[in-house]
């Protein structure tokens, strides 16, 4: 009670002296040279944190005399490279402006210049805003390489897994190439997302907010939801969907016609994670149904002995080419299905696959390896994941499959059991090309091989093309190499392979000791 009492005192005399220290500047003018006050401004307020969930996030409310455009900078406090400047295009008299991207346990400096119709600059009004520490369950960031000139633009955005042993709710933040947090959501005290739990993490819609599922993994959280979760910068729920006779396990994901794609367990099912759902973002209904059982052979225990959870659903892709669907299961491999349920391809070894479900022997399934010579790979120890070819190797309990440009196939090979066998763990970011009327695959680039242990993930991770910049995003997110749990934000040149940008991401606590985060993104902070 005490601390609440404190914390609430804290935040009213921030935001009085945010209001004193604004008016002074008004009527006075800045006497140290620096950006100076505008008339133009009639009333205005700040609110830090209006949502109570996003304690790096404020508003600035201002009535002006003229309509105005407003450029804000947030000056950074790494020098003058560190700044961050965005761009609000609205001509108003009542401006409403987002402030994100704030320091944490800092007296942030922002600055608003305001521009007439005519692009002519009316003056600057400088804002202060003191903001409180970073609470005790975020990570310590070490910057090991950022070469700021030829890295992506953006901050990185983190899915966190780590706690400090006593709370759980999971928070996602984003951090800048310096390693500051500059945003993050803590929905510790919301009475429906205080036991969020969202498996692999947060993605931005197409409409620039953020989505997610929230269900309870499994692991005996309370609070369990179920539903699909659409959020402003702010954590306002915006949107949600429910998956009646289904529950939420690890995966949403936005098709281009807005629908989502899910991964579930079917209520009252024998076994887990083995269905995939299809939502109407507008209806909210549920308008196709995958079941895993019928199209593979969910008696098949080459890589696990689960015969409940035997597909482990770990992420589902879809592909507008052919309106079809990837679907990553952690224990089989990656198989495309069609929109039907048929079998198109399968993307593992060759041991051991039978009859599906409904019939189907799946043997004519598997995708026969190419050489870099584009010849058939035929020996047998190759084919069945004994051995690697120097051109090509499997991918092994894999995540986080995507489609590049060219159309090829790109995932997280996280590495575990590779070739059967515990010894010589390394996890690799992996590009395919696949031949899908020949039924061939070619693999085409690697990077992570070289690493070994030190970016060796069994679980979770993520892979990222950043076409822009013809870069990949490289994310490790469960190291046990040399002492405590972490994860690693990695940023590769595609074509010399050469680091760009790495970030180690030392949780106080990983999820199950081992779990610091199961993907990042590289985004800008505004859509």
Same mark, same amino acid.
């Given at each position: 009670?005490?601390?609440?009492?404190?914390?609430?005192?804290?935040?009213?005399?921030?935001?009085?002296?945010?209001?004193?220290?604004?008016?002074?500047?008004?009527?006075?003018?800045?006497?140290?040279?620096?950006?100076?006050?505008?008339?133009?401004?009639?009333?205005?307020?700040?609110?830090?944190?209006?949502?109570?969930?996003?304690?790096?996030s404020?508003?600035?409310?201002?009535?002006?005399?003229?309509?105005?455009?407003?450029?804000?900078?947030?000056?950074?406090?790494?020098?003058?490279?560190?700044?961050?400047?965005?761009?609000?295009?609205?001509f108003?008299t009542?401006?409403?402006?987002?402030?994100?991207?704030?320091?944490?346990?800092?007296?942030?400096?922002?600055?608003?210049?305001?521009?007439?119709?005519?692009?002519?600059?009316?003056?600057t009004?400088?804002?202060?805003?003191?903001?409180?520490?970073?609470?005790?369950?975020?990570?310590?960031?070490?910057?090991?390489?950022?070469?700021?000139?030829?890295?992506?633009?953006?901050?990185?955005?983190?899915?966190?897994?780590?706690?400090?042993?006593?709370?759980?709710?999971?928070?996602?933040?984003?951090?800048?190439?310096?390693?500051?947090?500059?945003?993050?959501?803590?929905?510790?005290?919301?009475?429906?997302?205080?036991?969020?739990?969202?498996?692999?993490?947060v993605?931005?819609?197409?409409?620039?907010?953020?989505?997610?599922?929230?269900?309870?993994?499994?692991?005996?959280?309370?609070?369990?939801?179920?539903?699909?979760?659409?959020?402003?910068?702010?954590?306002?729920?915006?949107?949600?969907?429910?998956?009646?006779?289904?529950?939420?396990?690890?995966?949403?994901?936005?098709?281009?016609?807005?629908?989502?794609?899910?991964?579930?367990?079917?209520?009252?099912?024998?076994?887990?994670?083995?269905?995939?759902?299809?939502?109407?973002?507008?209806?909210?209904?549920?308008?196709?149904?995958?079941?895993?059982?019928?199209?593979?052979?969910?008696?098949?225990?080459?890589?696990?002995?689960?015969t409940?959870?035997?597909?482990?659903?770990?992420?589902?892709?879809?592909?507008?080419?052919?309106? =079809?669907? +990837? @679907? %990553?299961?952690?224990?089989?491999?990656?198989?495309?299905?069609?929109?039907?349920?048929?079998?198109?391809? $399968? &993307?593992?070894?060759?041991?051991?696959?039978?009859?599906?479900?409904?019939?189907?022997?799946?043997?004519?399934?598997?995708?026969?390896?190419?050489?870099?010579?584009?010849?058939p790979?035929?020996?047998?120890?190759?084919?069945?994941?004994?051995?690697?070819?120097?051109?090509?190797?499997?991918?092994?309990?894999?995540?986080?499959?995507?489609?590049?440009?060219?159309?090829?196939?790109?995932?997280?090979?996280?590495?575990?059991?590779?070739?059967?066998?515990?010894?010589?763990?390394?996890?690799?970011?992996?590009?395919?090309?696949?031949?899908?009327?020949?039924?061939?695959?070619?693999?085409?680039?690697?990077?992570?091989?070289?690493?070994?242990?030190?970016?060796? =993930?069994? +679980? @979770? %991770?993520?892979?990222?093309?950043?076409?822009?910049?013809?870069?990949?995003?490289?994310?490790?997110g469960a $190291? &046990?190499?040399?002492?405590?749990?972490?994860?690693?934000?990695?940023?590769?040149d595609?074509n010399?392979?050469?680091?760009?940008?790495?970030?180690?991401?030392?949780?106080?606590?990983?999820?199950?000791?081992?779990?610091?985060?199961?993907?990042?993104?590289?985004?800008?902070?505004?859509?």
């Amino acid at each position: 009670m005490c601390n609440s009492l404190l914390k609430s005192k804290y935040v009213l005399l921030s935001l009085l002296f945010v209001l004193i220290a604004a008016s002074c500047n008004k009527d006075k003018g800045n006497p140290s040279g620096e950006p100076t006050g505008t008339d133009v401004i009639e009333n205005q307020f700040v609110s830090l944190n209006p949502s109570s969930f996003s304690p790096l996030s404020a508003f600035i409310e201002l009535e002006t005399s003229e309509e105005v455009r407003v450029s804000m900078r947030i000056n950074g406090r790494n020098g003058s490279n560190s700044d961050f400047v965005h761009e609000f295009p609205t001509f108003s008299t009542v401006l409403t402006l987002p402030v994100h991207g704030l320091y944490a346990d800092h007296l942030n400096l922002v600055d608003l210049t305001f521009y007439d119709r005519n692009g002519r600059d009316l003056g600057t009004e400088r804002f202060e805003i003191p903001t409180e520490p970073l609470i005790s369950v975020m990570p310590e960031i070490v910057i090991e390489e950022a070469k700021r000139n030829d890295m992506a633009d953006g901050m990185t955005l983190v899915s966190y897994f780590g706690h400090n042993g006593a709370t759980f709710p999971q928070r996602p933040f984003i951090f800048d190439s310096y390693g500051e947090i500059r945003w993050y959501l803590d929905f510790n005290a919301s009475p429906e997302l205080g036991a969020l739990f969202y498996d692999d993490g947060v993605e931005r819609l197409s409409n620039g907010n953020f989505y997610f599922g929230s269900g309870g993994g499994g692991f005996g959280l309370s609070g369990e939801i179920n539903k699909i979760y659409e959020v402003d910068l702010f954590g306002n729920i915006i949107n949600t969907w429910e998956m009646p006779g289904y529950t939420f396990h690890h995966e949403v994901h936005e098709k281009p016609n807005g629908n989502f794609l899910v991964t579930v367990n079917k209520i009252g099912a024998a076994t887990v994670e083995d269905h995939i759902i299809e939502i109407d973002r507008a209806s909210k209904d549920i308008v196709n149904v995958w079941d895993l059982n019928l199209a593979l052979q969910n008696s098949r225990t080459t890589w696990t002995d689960d015969t409940v959870d035997w597909f482990h659903a770990n992420a589902v892709l879809y592909d507008e080419r052919d309106d =079809s669907i +990837i @679907v %990553s299961g952690r224990t089989q491999g990656l198989v495309k299905l069609s929109s039907n349920n048929e079998v198109l391809w $399968i &993307l593992a070894p060759h041991r051991d696959w039978g009859l599906s479900g409904n019939g189907v022997d799946l043997a004519t399934r598997l995708l026969q390896p190419l050489d870099s010579n584009s010849q058939p790979i035929t020996d047998p120890s190759v084919l069945q994941g004994t051995l690697n070819h120097p051109d090509f190797e499997w991918a092994w309990y894999q995540h986080a499959p995507l489609i590049t440009p060219d159309g090829n196939l790109m995932l997280f090979d996280n590495g575990d059991n590779r070739n059967y066998v515990s010894s010589g763990p390394y996890s690799r970011a992996v590009e395919y090309r696949i031949d899908e009327t020949n039924k061939t695959i070619q693999q085409l680039w690697q990077y992570g091989k070289e690493r070994g242990e030190e970016t060796y =993930s069994r +679980i @979770v %991770s993520d892979a990222d093309y950043l076409e822009s910049q013809d870069h990949i995003l490289f994310s490790p997110g469960a $190291i &046990l190499d040399q002492g405590a749990a972490h994860g690693k934000s990695i940023e590769i040149d595609y074509n010399n392979r050469s680091v760009l940008f790495e970030a180690t991401i030392i949780p106080p606590v990983a999820f199950f000791d081992i779990i610091t985060l199961h993907r990042t993104e590289r985004i800008t902070l505004y859509p």
